[in-house]
């Protein structure tokens, strides 16, 4: 291990700062809070509007709605690829995908218009037109990226669903978008593993009457049999072959493009919405600067596309920019630990983005890992999801060769762009995601909304409208206001942090019941209501518990019906139920059946005096405890 003493400041090379989309932050940033419209309305100029915007920014303070690009009308489909075909850009390669089973598959600019033009033509025979609805739940394979992109061009909207949550995960889902058609494949595969992908589907749409054709895409081959109502996707493909180009539909400043379900406080996931021309700016915007995307780039992004890190940085950010992406269906530790580091090396990766506890799980598996690796072209790396801490940093940081910068981004899917994170040309603080984005207005706040002084720990807020903000909560505007009345006029992120004296943002964590596992974000509320459905479960409780490699890992405690209290069920039970009724993301790693829960006098459960035993910590004010 490399003891020596580890630099607190990480300041770029002054030529590659120079030569970056944002030499001089400081400068930009004044600028663009001053006057943000012209900020944002100067980069929306790159992009293509068949009618141009009237106004850049349309903020109601009263309903909280920021409407961007007024007037305007385009398509992000028709940014994202007619644009580069137009510009002579068709033969250039946008999508690398590599297979979990070491297939590779690759997409010209050129390609990847025509499949999505196909694609599109297949969802219009199905009945989907303009403001319809589409849930997508595939694997990390290029029909989804191609499916999301046809959504689009339609002006659908889309809701994909990780292809790793349960049949009961996805069905929720589906009760509360109501899609009209389903696209789904034949399986999926994970760590060489055949996962069942159609049957999950079939189980969660029995029964639901808004889904009137399920598109199966083949990830193996097709489907032996189809149920009714379903159609092969090489069935649709032969049916419209002939059918010819289908220009996008330009849409309007207030079009959705898609809805993410994300967890929150309650048991119910929150569908998210998101509009096209806002969230276009702010991915073009951002994926240009940050990752500072060039022609000659190969653009590496380990999310899936079935998170917002995957709509934003791996489909419409990067594609926007005409980058070359590489889309990973696999995980980082298959075929072997070197996944990453040898398709980095394969295919030439110039920006590698990652996340935390995939950084930790490399530097576990060890440097023998990228050492002898050929990493020349790589110019950046980045981070998301939950804090990097300072030794992986480090970690990461060295075994690249010790020049690169490392972009810590933190941002939400509700803010739909990165909010706070360092540029090619700005100094790094390892453990910081260094300081807003141009236009963004973040801030470090007490409970009543006052900005706090250096050094002191408070909530994070987002005080002025954003491009690529969320829209509302679908069916549920209530829920939307709350975001923006728990501290007046501003957006409550849910995250703490405190700023130092060079205005770095240090992230710490949530401050609501939402727990972070790999990155991966989840309820509280709903793994305890996926415990209280089975049979034996009476009561339950679910902390985040503090992990090395994961950030967080689950901890559930439960008490049992009396009847059960003679044959309690065993802890692998449990967890295999929450899998069940979630997906394996959502498994608790840590079991405890106790005979009670502490609670307040109004019953409800106060989790942070479990979490604080769990950890030994001061349980703190105990006063409203009930017993
Ligand atoms: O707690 C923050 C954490 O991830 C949360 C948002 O989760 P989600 O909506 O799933 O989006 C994840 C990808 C954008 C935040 O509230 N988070 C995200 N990035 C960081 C982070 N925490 C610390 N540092 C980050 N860079």
């Known amino acids: 291990m490399d003891s020596s003493p580890k630099p607190s400041l990480f300041v770029p090379d002054p030529e590659t700062a120079r030569g970056s989309r944002i030499p001089d932050y400081e400068t930009l940033y004044a600028a663009s809070v001053a006057d943000p419209e012209s900020f944002w309305g100067n980069l929306a100029k790159e992009l293509h509007f068949t009618k141009a915007p009237r106004k850049i920014l349309d903020w109601n303070p009263k309903t909280f709605e920021g409407r961007w690009l007024v007037g305007a009308e385009g398509n992000i489909c028709d940014n994202a690829l007619d644009r580069h075909v137009r510009d002579g850009f068709g033969n250039k390669v946008a999508l690398i995908w590599a297979g979990d089973g070491g297939e590779e598959e690759l997409f010209t600019y050129g390609r990847l218009l025509d499949q999505t033009v196909r694609f599109a033509h297949i969802l219009k025979k199905l009945g989907v037109g303009k403001g319809d609805r589409v849930t997508i739940f595939l694997p990390p394979t290029p029909g989804q990226v191609i499916a999301m992109l046809a959504c689009a061009r339609l002006g659908a909207i889309h809701s994909v669903v990780f292809s790793g949550f349960s049949q009961a995960a996805l069905r929720s889902r589906l009760e509360d978008f109501e899609p009209k058609v389903l696209v789904t494949a034949d399986c999926a595969y994970r760590r060489g593993k055949r996962i069942p992908l159609l049957e999950t589907a079939r189980a969660a749409r029995k029964g639901l009457t808004s889904v009137e054709a399920t598109v199966v895409v083949p990830r193996e081959g097709p489907p032996e049999s189809l149920e009714p109502g379903e159609r092969s996707l090489t069935d649709l493909q032969t049916e419209v072959r002939f059918a010819g180009p289908l220009p996008s539909v330009p849409v309007t400043c207030d079009d959705p493009l898609f809805v993410l379900y994300t967890s929150g406080t309650t048991g119910k996931p929150k569908g998210v919405v998101h509009v096209q021309l806002g969230y276009m700016l702010g991915t073009y915007a951002t994926a240009r600067t940050i990752f500072d995307l060039r022609d000659s780039d190969v653009y590496f992004c380990v999310a899936d596309p079935g998170w917002i890190t995957g709509h934003s940085y791996i489909v419409y950010g990067p594609l926007l920019n005409r980058a070359t992406v590489l889309l990973s269906e696999g995980t980082p530790e298959y075929p072997d630990a070197g996944r990453h580091w040898s398709l980095i090396e394969r295919h030439r990766v110039s920006v590698y983005y990652s996340t935390p506890t995939t950084i930790r799980l490399q530097m576990r598996f060890g440097d023998s890992w990228p050492a002898g690796r050929d990493l020349s072209p790589h110019r950046s790396l980045g981070s998301v999801g939950e804090p990097l801490n300072p030794e992986a940093w480090h970690w990461l940081h060295r075994v690249t060769g010790g020049k690169l910068p490392i972009m810590d981004t933190w941002w939400q899917t ?3 762009m990165i909010m706070v994170t360092p540029l090619p040309s700005t100094p790094e603080k390892p453990g910081s995601a260094g300081r807003p984005f141009p236009g963004v207005v973040a801030d470090v706040v007490d409970s009543s909304g006052h900005t706090l002084p250096s050094g002191e720990t408070g909530t994070v807020v987002i005080r002025t409208p954003w491009p690529s903000m969320f829209r509302t909560v679908f069916r549920d505007p209530e829920r939307y206001r709350k975001y923006w009345t728990e501290i007046p006029g501003a957006f409550f ?47 339950a409780a679910a902390i985040g518990k503090p992990d090395e490699l994961r950030g967080e890992i ?13 044959t309690p069920p065993a802890h692998d039970e449990i967890r295999k139920h929450v899998r069940t009724e979630l997906g394996g993301i959502a498994e608790p790693h ?6 009670s829960l502490p609670k307040t006098r109004s019953g409800k459960i106060m989790r942070r005096v479990l979490k604080a035993r769990e950890m030994g910590l001061p349980e703190g004010d105990l006063s409203t405890l009930e017993d």
């Open 414 to 416: 509700e803010t739909g």
């Open 493 to 539: 992120s849910g995250d703490s942090a405190r700023r130092d004296e060079d205005g770095f943002f240090f992230f710490l964590g949530r401050v609501d019941d939402v727990i972070k596992v790999a990155g991966h974000r989840l309820g509280t509320a709903e793994i305890e209501s996926a415990l209280i459905t089975h049979p034996k479960v009476a009561e």
């Open 554 to 566: 689950i901890k559930v405690f439960v008490v049992l019906h009396p009847h059960a209290a003679d």
């Open 590 to 595: 840590e079991v405890d059946i106790v005979i």
